[in-house]
């Protein structure tokens, strides 16, 4: 049986205070590491927060990592 996607549901749950504002934070991170190390050198890969909070955007919390590497070092969700 195949699964059916409440696509209004998963909308609605996208547009929470917390996700809106961590989709900011990670959009900030990823223009200080433009700013910082250039848009070539961001170009294809991803921004890394090594402590897992999108809140914290300091130079040593930051680093560049390709998207296979970063999806990898993901924690387990509950």
């Not at 809106?20 to 890394?48: F, H, P, Q, T």
């Amino acid at each position: 049986m195949a699964f059916k996607r409440d696509y209004k549901k998963e909308y609605k749950a996208s547009r929470t205070p917390e996700r809106r504002k961590a989709n900011i934070m990670r959009k900030r991170a990823r223009r200080l590491m433009i700013k910082k190390k250039g848009a070539s050198a961001v170009r294809g890969k991803e921004v890394d927060h090594k402590n897992h909070n999108t809140s914290d955007n300091s130079s040593k919390n930051l680093r560049i990592i390709s998207k296979k590497a970063n999806r990898t070092k993901q924690p387990k969700r509950k």
